[in-house]
């Protein structure tokens, strides 16, 4: 059972270059007085048994983060419980905690077995619960055949078992991940997020996770917690953090392909409803968005307008519809990715090859006009500074 709290953790990296001053940015990062702020006011409680991801682009803090929960990296403020104990001053070892890294960090001297057994050894478990922990992790992880081999007798996604096995035979109250699977090619990776879905089930373990992939955290984490410039953007589900973005980051980091974006303007009417005009079309939001805009006391303004590719219907019946050029189409089998020149963005729409019956119209061809619709309920609306005026 492992309960994991942050407070107000923060990490301060000393400037030892002189030339930052305090205000300034270095690598979109805050510089102090006391230097690069990598991590900024980070809380976030883990309940046990959660399995939490951190992810956001490289740079961002989730890793520092990690490493801080570990005990690798000191912390300059704040406070990191696990269950009721604070752990700021407590030795990686006495953490009650394993970690797998993204190079496997496997000792290449010793066999399957004996990378296996190392930590119990350091830890004196006696040889019969050794071999026993051994061979169960082995098992739950399908390297039982491997285990009198070395590390380099082994593919890439079969010593990422060997780390993973080597971090549960400990049983662990919390497990971090590091990048673990961002060495291993696309297939190896799908398979090995299956792999975790089912040991997470499988042992009574709080993971940590951390990746910059968006599709590794939208399948394995139960929360989210969406990271930039050190900064905690938003935390919730896979399925909130993709249907109610907080701000435009977010939108445009989760999803793939990316939202679209388009620059528009939000208009209000003297009875209070909403309407977005876009290239001189106008887009009336669902009646849930327009609550959300009247309860937030949305004002006419202007803003940038967001909806997904899948959002975007083809071939319409002219009618208020948007215009654009294609410049390219991708065959995905069961659907087109097309890049179109819209509204003065380059857009991507999601064309389902199945609704032409096997027909792909000839306006798919580079440099043809296209015109598309989307409707009120799919869109989002944000601000100038990039927050979501539904939020």
Sequence with gaps: MAFVSLKHVEKVYPSTDGKHRHGEKKSNLKVTKEGVLAVEDFNLE????????????????????????????????????????????VPPKDRDIAMV???????????????????????????????KRVEQAASILGITEYLDRKPKALS????????????IVREPKVLLMDEPLS?????????????????RQRIDTTFIYVTHDQTEAMTLGDRIVIMKDGVIQQIGTPQEVFDHPKNQFV????????MNFYDARLLRAADGSYKVELQGTYIVPSEEKQEALRKNDAEAQDIVLGVRPEHIALLGDGKDMLHGTVEVAEMMGSAVHLHVNACGRESIIIAQTMSFEGKLPGSFA???????TFGGNVIHMFSKDGNNLEA
């Design 156 to 167: 890439g996604g079969q010593r990422q078992r060997v780390a993973i096995g080597r971090a």
């Design 183 to 199: 060495n291993l090619d696309a297939k190896l990776r799908n398979q090995m997020r299956a792999e975790i879905i089912k040991l």
């Design 251 to 258: 939108a445009g980091f989760i999803g793939v392909p990316q």
């Design 366 to 372: 580079i440099g043809s006009p296209i015109s598309f």
């Design 101 to 131: 890294f993204q190079s496997y960090a496997l000792y290449p001297h010793m066999t399957v077995r004996g990378n296996m057994e190392f930590p119990l050894k350091l830890h004196k478990v006696p040889k019969d619960e050794i071999k």
């Design 46 to 89: 883990i309940k046990d048994r959660e399995f939490i991801v951190l992810v956001g682009p490289s740079g961002c803090g989730k890793s520092t983060t990690l490493r801080m929960v570990a005990g690798l990296e000191e912390i300059t403020r704040g406070e990191i419980y696990i269950d009721d104990r604070l752990v700021n001053d």
